[in-house]
């Protein structure tokens, strides 16, 4: 028997909702394409970011460890000055003191000679008091000078003498009464320019010192008297530079 070729095409029924699966696929592959271009470009911005971040904290520090360095420079400046500025003061200040006590030793040598027109003779030039911590007591310098050119060493005793106020009363103390019993007849002195004299005196209880007397007996004869503030002597207003005996 003949036989049949097969048909040109094949005639399949439709099945249903096959369109709408192929538009469902189509769909989630647009979905999927869209997701990762959005994930891909919030990869790219946050590595951007990431690196921006990174390059700005890297610029932070490297100007904060600049600005520590410049704070250590300023900090090590400022203290170098401000020795150098003490050392400069306290150079200045010794300075002063030498030239004060160069002015003082010229004063005193100027008087010795006489070179000030002040009457030759013997003169009481100092008189200093220091209080003995806890006692009524007192310890004195007392510096005795002689400006007569070309005279003799002179010698004698002297003796000091306090006036003040004790209770309501104003009252006198004589040398005898304020001085140790092996002193009281007077220091001795000996001298042909000049001399420092050191002592202590304790005051009466209740007795306000106002005024001292300090008297010169010299053994020649005569006496001579010169009376000091008791607070200026305290204060060392009746100081005198006086050097070293020579």
């Known amino acids: 028997m003949p036989v049949t070729p097969p048909p040109d095409y094949i005639v399949r029924p439709r099945l249903p909702g096959s369109h709408a699966q192929r538009l469902l696929v189509l769909l989630l ?22 690196d921006s971040t990174g390059a700005n904290a890297a610029a932070m520090q490297h100007e904060a460890r600049t600005l520590k360095q410049r704070l250590a420079i300023l900090q090590r400046d400022r203290q170098v000055t401000r020795v150098a500025t003490a050392a ?19 004063a005193f040598y100027t008087r010795l000679i006489g070179g000030d027109e002040q009457a030759p003779g013997l003169s009481v030039a100092a008189l200093t008091l220091s ?31 306090l006036e003040g106020v004790q209770g309501d009363h104003a009252v006198r103390y004589d040398w005898a009464q304020l001085a140790d019993a092996r002193q009281r007849d007077g220091l001795p002195f000996a001298f042909k320019y ?4 050191h002592g202590m005196l304790v005051l009466p ?36 530079h006086v050097p070293q005996n020579p």
């Open 29 to 50: 592959v647009l979905l999927l394409l869209a997701a990762s271009f959005a994930l891909g470009h919030w990869s790219a911005v946050r590595s951007q970011h990431t």
């Open 88 to 106: 400069l003061r306290r150079t200045l200040s010794d300075r002063g003191a030498e030239i004060e006590s160069l002015r003082a030793d010229l």
């Open 131 to 161: 209080s003995v911590a806890g006692t009524r007591g007192y310890t004195f310098n007392l510096t005795l000078l002689q400006t007569a050119r070309g005279g003799n060493p002179v010698q004698g005793r002297l003796a000091l003498a």
């Open 194 to 197: 000049f001399q420092q004299l």
């Open 205 to 240: 209880p209740g007795f306000v010192p106002a005024r001292i007397h300090v008297t010169l007996k010299p053994a020649g004869g005569g006496a001579l008297t010169r009376d000091l503030a008791w607070a200026g002597a305290l204060a060392g207003k009746d100081t005198t």
